[in-house]
């Protein structure tokens, strides 16, 4: 069997039976919180002239109206940008990854008895709080470094507040442990399109695209550990647990993907950039602009490997051309 090689992003890794087993032994040698803390912990100075965000992720980037805005303020919308963007990765990792990766090893879903489903499951549950350690520090360098004295209230990105919202609609405690899990799951698998925006942009200071790409090495690892367990956790799953798995899947595919215009909005208030409910609504009449991630094939090849795609109301190919 091939073997897998985390450390590059995009290659396709062969899952198997001892997919879990060879995970759990690289960890050492291959979690970033061993190999890059030093490198991490003791940054370049930041690079002049390069700004903190891709400037071509900011959807209304081409607006008149924010054209119009004073370099200053267009500037204090970037820097916000990429604070938001670390944020929406610490929401995701401390709300609902590391929760569920509790829920897994304290045994409240079935099918997670074998040790090395345990730990593979822990360690990436350590990976997850160094994860949010980079991001934290990373927003505080930068809070430091553009001299920002205040900041908007980044903490409920839309890919939490979607499953909170749909918490509320639940009351039994196995109905909400299994959105927990439907989101993380989806996160996991799908995690690494989101920091690869990030991860090989020279346009942004170096920094930046570090941590993404520090952050995405671990992943690589977390998507096949997740779909390992998912497929042991599935089958031993009652009706009704999987009738909610495959009925809310789409609702975490969407959210993880979203495009968060209530942050965008909020971003451009804070920033005093004049127009913005305008801009954000010429943004959003264009198609093809409410999702940012596209690309769920991560995820559709799980649905494939647990038997459920005739089940799960998504059109992923649809997804990928904007069709959807
Ligand atoms: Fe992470
Ligand atoms: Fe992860």
């Known amino acids: 069997m091939a073997e897998i090689h985390p450390q590059e992003p995009g290659a396709e890794p062969h899952i198997g039976p001892n997919t879990l087993r060879r995970l759990a032994a690289a960890w050492p040698r291959r979690a970033t919180i061993r190999t890059d803390m030093a490198a ?3 940054p370049a100075a930041p690079e002049s ?3 903190d965000y891709p400037v071509h992720l900011i959807p209304f980037a081409e607006h008149p109206r924010f054209l119009d805005a004073s370099e200053e303020a267009r500037g204090l919308v970037n820097t916000l940008a990429w604070q938001a963007y670390n944020a929406r990765v610490v929401a995701a990792e401390e709300y609902v990854a590391n929760p569920t990766f509790e829920k897994l090893t304290h045994g409240v879903f079935p099918g997670v008895e074998r040790y090395e489903a345990k730990e593979a499951v822990q360690q990436s549950h350590i990976d997850e709080v160094w994860h949010t350690y980079m991001h934290m520090t990373a927003m505080q360098r930068t809070k430091e470094a553009r001299a920002l004295t205040s900041e908007p209230d980044y903490s409920h990105p839309v890919t939490n ?6 918490l509320d609609e639940y009351r039994e405690e196995w109905e909400r442990d299994m959105l927990f899990l439907v989101w993380t799951v989806v996160g996991e698998l799908h995690i690494n399109n989101f920091l690869e925006l990030l991860a090989r942009d020279d346009t942004i200071q170096p920094m930046h695209a570090l941590v993404a790409r520090l952050h995405a090495r671990d992943e690589a690892a977390h998507g096949p550990i997740v779909a390992e367990v998912m ?6 799953l009652s009706k009704e647990q999987r009738e ?8 975490a595919i969407i959210a993880l993907g979203a495009e968060d215009y209530e942050m965008w909005s909020q971003i451009l208030r804070f920033a005093g950039v004049a127009g913005a409910e305008e801009m954000i609504n010429d943004t959003r009449s264009l198609p093809g602009t409410e999702l940012m991630l596209t690309d769920f094939s991560t995820v559709e090849r799980l649905v494939r490997e647990l038997g459920i795609e005739e089940r799960v109301d998504y059109d992923f190919a649809g997804s990928r051309t904007g069709r959807a």
């Open 244 to 251: 909610l798995f495959i009925a809310r899947l789409p609702d």
């Open 231 to 236: 497929k042991d956790v599935f089958v031993h």
């Open 161 to 166: 507040r979607w499953l909170f919202r749909l």
């Open 49 to 51: 002239g390069l700004t």
């Open 40 to 42: 991490f912990l003791d």
